[in-house]
């Protein structure tokens, strides 16, 4: 029984991590251990839902100021991980920066999926 159990948790948790790459984002585990590697952690929503409340280290750079802002996102083989509310703006954000020629960007998804995964 029990290894039925580790199996079955094995599977549901291959299925929760092969979905959040279907919808072009990253396991919160995996986004974190990008953050704590050095990996350049951008939050795209507005400067309003910023102030509100964002991951700790994450810098503001909106999905609507991404293209005039491309010098700050840093090399464009720079390890980027990019996150807003729902996932939505981060993918809209990482197709943005892969065509101006990042090569290392990564979609996080919501911040609360962050948050549920890791706190704050």
Not at 83 to 112: D, I, P, V
Request: net charge positive.
């Amino acid at each position: 029984m029990k290894n039925i159990i580790l199996v079955i948790m094995a599977l549901l948790a291959f299925v929760a991590v092969n979905a959040f790459r279907a919808w072009g984002q990253i396991p919160p585990a995996e986004a974190k251990v990008l953050v704590e590697a050095g990996a350049k952690l951008i939050d795209v929503r507005t400067p309003g839902e910023f102030a509100a409340g964002h991951i700790k280290g994450a810098v503001n750079i909106p999905l609507q100021q991404i293209d005039a802002r491309l010098a700050e996102f840093g090399p464009k083989d720079g390890v980027l991980v990019l996150y807003c509310r729902s996932g939505n703006r981060s993918g809209q954000a990482k197709s943005k920066l892969e065509k101006a020629g990042f090569t290392a960007t990564h979609n996080a998804g919501g911040m609360s999926s962050w948050i549920k995964a890791h706190g704050n």
